[in-house]
Antibody, heavy 122, light 107 residues
């Protein structure tokens, strides 16, 4: 069974940092690109960032470029999102989502986690 | 690429058919997917490549369309089908990945 389990969310003040993790199992992690997608309360979905299977290629939405960093540890089957200089508008549930390709992060997603809530507020 | 979904919400009775639309602001070929979301849950992939059902998806879910106009048809609605449905395009970078705002299917 494919599982993706996000963690690391919580309440954080504007301007501070937070690191999210996504622990995976049930598939060969090293073979697939994987992304973060967020959903603000009561709103739609926004793709945030994606990373290729090897970790050699990363992409970011303009809204987070320069503030967020995606990475992966293929020995631990875990995806990360380092979020710096957080803003109120970053408040959302953050999902990790598995792609179907090795190299391309521009893809659809066949498995999603349950999400972790990040609240940016003073 | 902006995706526009219609209607915003639709009320249907179990056993009826719901037709959901999604329009892209420019051609995405058939790089198009549909997802289902229930409250407090992650998303479930229903359709990819505009018309291919994902593994385990019942055949009452049907996707069609190409370029800029796409449709998800849910036939013989079951109680478990009442949810929010999102469309997604995954054309080449740039611009990358965008989602539609969602359509709520309710009783």
């Amino acid at each position: 069974e494919v599982l993706l389990l996000e963690s690391g969310g919580g309440l954080v003040q504007p301007g501070r940092s937070l690191r999210l993790s996504c622990a995976t199992s049930g598939f060969t992690f090293t073979n697939f690109a994987i992304s973060w997608v967020r959903q603000a309360p009561g709103k739609g979905l926004e793709w945030v960032s994606g990373i290729s299977a090897s970790g050699g290629s990363t992409h970011y939405a303009d809204s987070v470029k320069g503030r967020f960093t995606i990475s992966r540890d293929n020995s631990e089957n875990t995806l990360y999102l380092q979020m710096d200089s957080l803003r109120a508008e970053d408040t959302a549930v953050y999902y990790c989502a598995k792609g179907l390709s090795f190299g391309s992060v521009i893809d659809y997603f066949d498995y999603w986690g349950q999400g972790t809530l990040v609240t940016v507020s003073s | 690429i902006v995706l526009t979904q219609s209607p915003v919400s639709v009320s249907v009775s179990p056993g009826e058919t719901a037709t959901l639309s999604c329009r892209a602001s420019q051609s995405v070929s058939r790089n198009f997917a549909w997802y289902q979301q229930k409250p407090g849950r992650g998303l479930r992939l229903l359709i990819y490549g505009a018309s291919t059902r994902a593994t385990g998806v019942p055949d009452r879910f049907n996707g069609s369309g190409s370029e800029t106009d796409f449709t998800l048809t849910i036939s013989s609605l079951q109680p478990e089908d009442f949810a929010v449905y999102y469309c997604q395009q995954y054309s080449s970078w740039p611009p990358g990945i965008t989602f539609g705002p969602g359509t709520k299917v309710e009783i």
